[in-house]
């Protein structure tokens, strides 16, 4: 019989490429996800969708008495690192504190494995580049903090309780993939923003810090394609099988700047993309790019999608195909 996995935040953009994955996989999924920032449309056809919320311990209880889940996949948290900073209260309750409620309820069921989506915002200003999972952890926004206090909370309680825990430390997602794309409401991140702008459904796409201690003064990031993401995610689910904890760091080990992917956008879509320079946001480190070594080391994982115009050329495809975004 198949594993049953229970993953929560379905519904947003990775956590429904992974549960569309792992279905591809052979897993049977149930996506739980309260739909403030993910959609209906976005949940595989053979996953079973129950509408709740982390924080909701009944809920959760009720929905664990009757499903026997193999493992839990939690993708439910907020992510915007400068929304963070202005509303600090609701990120440490949903990302950490709800977090918190989710793995009571999994030890309570007997629940053997969870597999956490974390950030490289963990390392803040990194001390070098690339990063390693060794590095200090030491966030510089609210969003890493309550991603750090979930992970230092998982950790005692595979210390504590056995449970068997993976957390996946991924840099910047992008791309599309299986007819999922990346559709946030607002919209905050780079590529879908360049992208708006190359079809001309919004203004200029503001250039948030020119002057940071970078080659061409703009933020580097390191892009991983969601497609990569999903495989990385089934392969420490794999892994815990018969390991106990578990961290790893994913991207593809290159960095670009805000610059070079306004630059891959224009090139893809053949259009113009207007830019504007702005004030830095709050909370941004000047450089954040990954070793993956630890996991291709260990799991056999290796991006398969790591050329930049690829990344840009599926995100561009999944808008021309769903103008607008999800219809939901």
């Not at 504190?97 to 963990?122: G, K, M, N, Q, Y």
Request: aromatic share 8%.
């Amino acid at each position: 019989m198949s594993e049953r996995i229970l993953v929560t935040g379905g519904a947003g953009y990775i956590g429904s490429v992974v549960a569309a994955h792992l279905i591809e996989s052979g897993f049977e999924v149930v996506v739980y996800d309260n739909l403030c920032r993910g959609h209906r449309a976005a949940v595989p056809e053979a996953a079973r969708l129950v509408v709740g919320d982390i924080g909701n311990r009944d809920a959760l209880d009720r929905l664990m008495r009757e499903v026997r889940f193999d493992a839990v996949m939690n993708f439910a948290a907020f992510i915007e690192a400068g929304e963070s900073m202005r509303e600090p209260a609701r990120f440490f309750r949903n990302n950490s504190a709800d977090t918190l409620t989710l793995v009571e309820a999994a030890i309570a069921h007997a629940i053997p494995r969870f597999v956490f989506s974390s950030t490289a915002a963990l390392y803040g200003t990194p001390q070098r580049t690339p990063i390693v999972e060794s590095d200090p952890l030491q966030p510089i926004n609210v969003y890493g903090e309550s991603k750090l206090i979930a992970e230092r909370m998982l950790h005692w309680f595979h210390r504590i309780h056995g449970l068997h825990v993976a957390c996946l430390r991924y840099f910047n997602a992008a791309g599309a993939w299986a007819g999922r794309g990346e559709d946030h409401r607002p919209e905050t991140h780079l590529i879908p923003l360049a992208l708006a702008t190359a079809a001309g459904d919004r203004g200029a796409l503001s250039i948030l810090g020119t002057d940071y201690p970078t080659p061409d003064g703009t933020c580097v990031r390191d892009y991983v394609h969601v497609a990569d993401l999903a495989q990385a995610h089934r392969l420490a689910l794999v892994a815990l099988r018969d390991r106990g904890q578990l961290a790893y760091n994913l991207g593809n080990g290159k960095g670009f700047s805000v610059r070079q992917v306004i630059d891959a956008v224009q090139r893809v879509t053949g259009r113009a993309v207007p830019v504007v320079e702005a004030a830095r946001r709050d909370g941004d480190p000047p450089v954040l790019v990954a070793s993956s070594e630890h996991i291709i080391r260990e799991l056999g994982w290796r991006p398969a999608h790591a050329d930049l115009d690829a990344i840009v050329r599926s995100a561009w495809e999944w808008r021309l195909a769903n103008p607008g975004g999800y219809k939901d």
